[in-house]
């Protein structure tokens, strides 16, 4: 798969960058995808964010891991995200492991991969990075920048960093902070991991506790509903309970499955970098405790999005958003879409959630171009 990575798109940026945590770095590589065509207006184009487990590829077949893209029921010709009519764009986050400058990448200093000796990234870091994509592909200015989850701190990030660099956002299912909670769930992922005997071993890779990792993960982004619905107390095999411990439910199959597959696609030192990048980030201080500061200068069109039944973002901590939003005089909408399939329904098919953004984005296109004509 490394072979693989290489030949991926990516621009390098030459320019001395210093990162939150101090250290500075140069000549390091992002990684990204587009999707559709840019227009002679170049007033088309939409900047998807990524999850935490993400990466550049939204739609269609992901070239390196065989998979559909992450994005694959949102973005696409005629769907949502209409790539007959948006030119879309996502990069590979800063510390990721598709492409762009993470842990797994070679310090040329000491010719050995990185690991845990890369530095600290934070989500402000991540989009400072993007930004010289925006520059390297010559746009001046999106038409939106959206992202669900992870995305979209890096949405809420953007907006703050680059008030007039966007007309509109649509951050999704995220907070402008970690709740203790969260930290608390990537704790428990890290800790998987970094307690794996394979951890830091040279040649080897910590697989169980990655795959731990993800299964714990992998329940925060689901509903209590939804699962009962989906799974409820079902057998794996139609007979009788075995008396042991493998796994006689479906739910525990279902969770084993997703592990194993999560390990042979993603790294576990990325796994580790992200996850701290989301604790630390926190809006709000990065204003002396005044969200709304973060978005003073801001001339975006806002769409914040929250689902009922998710309860790692819940809805409480998306309206904050909407609070700060309002309290600067921001253009801002709000929309609860009722879901049961938990925080991970960005990523799913519920249609008043597609309709939403869908929506949202051709007014604000067409806004756009009918202001272009009068001018």
């Not at 621009?11 to 590589?29: A, H």
């Not at 731990?212 to 309970?241: N, P, V």
């Not at 005044?290 to 901590?317: G, H, M, Q, R």
Request: glycine share 8%.
């Amino acid at each position: 798969m490394n072979d693989e990575i290489k030949n991926i798109k990516k621009i390098i940026i030459n320019s001395s960058f210093e990162l939150d945590c101090g250290k500075t770095i140069k000549n390091f590589p992002l990684a990204y995808e587009t999707y559709g065509t840019l227009n002679k207006s170049k007033n088309n184009a939409v900047f998807a964010f990524h999850a935490l487990t993400g990466d550049q590829f939204v739609t269609n077949v992901n070239p390196i891991t065989k998979r559909e893209g992450w994005w694959t029921t949102a973005v696409g010709p005629g769907k949502a995200i209409d790539t007959n009519k948006y030119f879309v764009i996502c990069s590979n986050v800063l510390g990721g492991c598709m492409g762009s400058f993470g842990p797994r990448e070679i310090n040329p200093e000491t010719n050995k991969v990185y690991g845990t000796t890369f530095p600290v990234i934070t989500i402000r870091d991540m989009v400072r990075a993007q930004k010289y994509l925006l520059d390297h592909l010559g746009i001046k200015k999106l038409l939106a920048v959206t992202g669900g989850s992870m995305g979209g701190m890096q949405v809420l990030q953007f907006t703050s960093l680059y008030p007039d660099k966007t007309h509109s956002a649509i951050p999704i299912a995220c907070s402008a902070s970690h709740s203790a909670q969260n930290i608390a769930l990537n704790e428990l992922g890290r800790q998987a991991i970094m307690t794996d005997p394979n951890w830091k071993k040279e040649n080897s890779t910590p697989d169980k506790g990655l795959a731990i990792a993800r299964m714990a993960a992998h329940i925060t982004y689901l509903s209590k509903q939804g699962l009962q619905e989906k799974f409820g107390r079902k057998l794996q095999d139609k007979g009788s309970l075995k008396f042991g411990f493998d796994a006689d439910f479906q739910i525990e199959s279902y969770l084993r499955h997703q592990g194993a597959t999560f390990v042979d696609r993603f790294d576990a030192n990325s796994y580790l970098y992200i996850t701290r990048a989301m604790d630390y980030f926190d809006l709000e201080k990065q204003f002396n405790g005044n969200l709304s500061l973060a978005f003073k200068n801001t001339k975006s069109k806002f769409c914040v999005i929250s689902f009922s039944s998710d309860w790692l973002y819940p809805t409480i901590e998306n309206k904050e958003i909407v609070i700060a939003l309002n309290a600067c005089g921001a253009n801002v909408g709000f929309v609860e879409i009722n879901s049961d399939k938990g925080h991970d329904s960005f990523l799913l098919d519920v249609p008043e959630f597609l309709k939403t953004i869908s929506e949202f984005l051709n007014s604000t296109y067409n806004e756009i171009n009918n202001n272009e004509k009068r001018i």
